[in-house]
């Protein structure tokens, strides 16, 4: 799939005001930092498609753009932030679930994990829970271009390993750096199968 228009079509600060649930939807998310906004504008072809939403006071907010009039892309706000207090965690928390569980037209949500750190208990804490829900995920390993080939494997094979411990089958997951632009092709192959079973 050619991505020819990508279109940032509004901020939502709960589930019950996202827009109607007529087309297929896939939500990415991950921990600050873990490069989201680059993977997203690498994905649609757009430097500064994603910084739209990154101006303060809205990365706390559902963000949807519309691709190729057809589907739309929802950065969703990171998890587990360490700099806001308890209550206000526990409240991204239940706008975050409430999001994924209340979604008929989700497809899949990418959880993005950062492969040059060995597994964080936070990330598999999320993975565990998302598919416990039975929310279909798929992971996406960011950040590879600094890693060689051996390094990606034991990175992603440590935390497939974690994810072993409870999961009968093993998610699907993405090779990606948004410097050598690796991943881009398969993730957009992945939602435009996907998109034809909407
Ligand atoms: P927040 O919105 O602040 O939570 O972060 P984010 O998850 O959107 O991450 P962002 O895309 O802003 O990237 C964070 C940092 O990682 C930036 O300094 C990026 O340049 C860097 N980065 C992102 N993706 C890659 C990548 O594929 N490779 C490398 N080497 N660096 C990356
Ligand atoms: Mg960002």
Redesign the pocket.
């Known amino acids: 799939m050619k991505i020819t228009e990508a279109e940032f079509t509004g901020s939502f600060p709960k589930v019950d005001l996202c827009p109607k649930p007529v087309m297929p939807e896939y939500a990415f998310i991950?921990?600050?930092?873990?490069?989201?906004?680059?993977?997203?504008?690498?994905l649609t072809n757009r430097k500064g498609l994603?910084k739209i939403s990154?101006t303060p006071g809205k990365?706390q907010l559902i963000n949807y753009f519309l691709i190729n009039k057809k589907w739309n892309l929802v950065d969703l706000p990171?998890y587990g932030f360490a700099k806001v207090s308890k209550d206000k965690r526990q409240e991204f928390e239940k706008m975050i679930r409430g999001f994924l569980t209340g979604r008929p037209c989700l497809m899949t949500v990418f959880i993005?994990v950062d492969a040059r750190i060995p597994p964080q208990k936070l990330d598999i804490d999320f993975i565990n829970k998302t598919g416990a829900s039975n929310i279909p995920l798929v992971l996406v390993f960011?950040?590879?271009?600094?890693l060689s080939a051996r390094q990606i494997s034991k990175s992603t094979q440590a935390v497939l390993d974690e994810l072993a411990k409870t999961w009968e089958e093993m998610p699907r997951h993405f090779i990606?750096?948004?410097?050598?632009r690796?991943g881009k092709d398969d993730i957009l192959k992945y939602i435009e199968e996907s998109n034809k079973v909407f």
């Not at 930092?33 to 993977?39: A, I």
């Open positions: 991950g921990r600050s930092n873990v490069g989201k906004s680059s993977l997203i504008n690498m994603a990154s990365t990171g993005l960011t950040k590879t271009d600094k990606t750096s948004s410097v050598t690796t």
